[in-house]
């Protein structure tokens, strides 16, 4: 079972910082063909993207704002300012268990890109492995430095191969994000990622 922890328990945890509570695991699916996403929630529908190969589920509710661009292959909005974006990269090298330290600057590093109007403040992050997908999270804060607004993210990034599927779930506030929290792990539970290509 995914835990896509809540921010109040993090807060609870950690004291507001840290590393305490506990990491989720994401499922994989077969690869070949789009596997099948069975004993999901009443109202969710599947998401499936062949050129990047991966698929999940969805709030049948929740609806798409772009279309595929580059990396970014799905933005997902729930309508109260709540969001799914994942994107799909090639790394130069496959990832798996053994290695996954080697990967770590580069996902700290991208989370912790600097933006002049936010202020990060990181509450959890940690490796984690479900259904032999390695990954990475986090879960961090960002204050919006001129209106005051905090908003919460969920960063989560699953390798499968040379391929890393990036999932960030964001909520406009903490109440949002705790009210979001068990879509968030539903959908979590449903990713699926294709083997990436073998290189030639």
Known sequence: ?????????????????????????????PGEGAPSLTGLPEGYVTHRDDEAGFTLAHPQTWI?????????????????????RVRVAELEQAIDGSNLEEI???????????????????????SFSGNGLPGYYYLYTLKNTETGDDAVNAVYFVFQGRKMNILMFQSLSADDFELHAAE?????????????????
């Open 64 to 84: 798409q704002t772009i279309r595929p661009q580059g990396d970014v292959r799905l933005v997902l909005g729930a309508g109260d300012g709540t969001t799914l």
């Open 104 to 126: 770590r600057a580069v996902t700290s590093g991208i989370v912790a890109t600097p933006n002049p109007t936010v202020e990060k403040r990181f509450l959890k992050g940690d």
């Open 1 to 29: 079972m995914v835990a896509v922890v809540g921010l109040g328990a993090v807060l609870l945890l950690t004291g507001g910082g840290g590393d305490g509570g506990r990491a989720g695991s994401v499922a994989t699916g």
């Open 184 to 200: 968030f792990d539903t959908i979590l539970n449903s990713f699926r990622s294709d083997p990436s290509p073998p290189t030639g």
